[in-house]
């Protein structure tokens, strides 16, 4: 299995451009989330998806954050215009429902860097 | 008050020694509780789960939760100097979240001195 995978692994960009971080979760997963962390609050819950629909996006920062899973082994995290403070590294998990003891399993991150 | 609690740290310790990590939840509807490892730029690692009051062994890792004092600790018996990283402590079914979604603490770094 080949994990959780994420692209890029690194993305620096202008303020006001749209970024877009991709995420294929482990096959037959059914949920999928995208955390942010930095130093100063550590991972937060952006959004997570069951089975390919959001089930809740509360930890999305503003409009300009959106996130789509349109099929069972692709999601996307948009932001659209980035700014400085959206600096951090993104991380895709994905688990399966009931493998309670299992946690999830991190992608390996996308570091966005908003100069 | 913050969902999850940890300490930042540093916490250090000489090699060989064991090193207590502790964390606390708000939650008392909390039900189950996970220990990741982060080491530096990369991403978290699960490396122990429970569920139940009391301990959880899993080689030199000792999971605790004490759900009447809201309180969750990992040791580990003889530190090596490769378990110098960040723990993050996180707990399923904080306040309304329940369901698959974890919170996390903000992690405590650990060094095992030489």
């Known amino acids: 299995d080949a994990g959780v995978i994420q692209s890029p692994r690194h993305e620096v960009t202008e303020m006001g451009q749209e970024v877009t971080l991709r995420c294929k979760p482990i096959?037959?997963?059914?949920?999928l989330f995208w955390y942010r962390q930095t130093m100063m609050r550590g991972l937060e819950l952006l959004i997570y998806?069951?089975?390919?629909?959001?089930?809740?996006d509360s930890g999305m920062p503003e409009d300009r954050f959106s996130a789509k899973m349109p099929n069972a082994s692709f999601s996307t995290l948009k932001i659209q215009p980035s700014e400085p403070r959206d600096s951090a590294v993104y991380f895709c998990?994905?688990?399966?429902?009931?493998?309670?003891?299992?946690?999830?399993?991190f992608g390996s991150g996308t570091r966005l860097t908003v100069v | 008050q913050k969902e999850v609690e940890q300490n930042s740290g540093p916490l250090s310790v000489p090699e060989g020694a064991i090193a207590s990590l502790n964390c606390t939840y708000s939650d008392r509807g909390s039900q189950s509780f996970f220990w990741y490892r982060q080491y530096s730029g990369k991403s978290p690692e699960l490396i122990m789960s429970i569920y139940s009051n009391g301990d959880k062994e899993d080689g030199r890792f000792t999971a605790q939760l004490n759900k009447a004092s809201q309180y969750v600790s990992l040791l580990i018996r003889d530190s090596q100097p490769s378990d110098s990283a960040t723990y993050l402590c996180?707990?399923?079914?904080?306040?309304?979240?329940?369901?698959?979604?974890?919170?996390f603490g903000t992690g405590t770094q650990l060094k095992v001195e030489l």
């Open positions: 096959s037959g997963h059914d949920y």
């Open positions: 998806f069951n089975n390919n629909v959001p089930i809740d």
């Open positions: 996180a707990g399923r079914g904080i306040l309304t979240g329940g369901g698959n979604k974890l919170t």
């Open positions: 998990a994905s688990s399966l429902a009931g493998q309670g003891s299992y946690g999830y399993t």
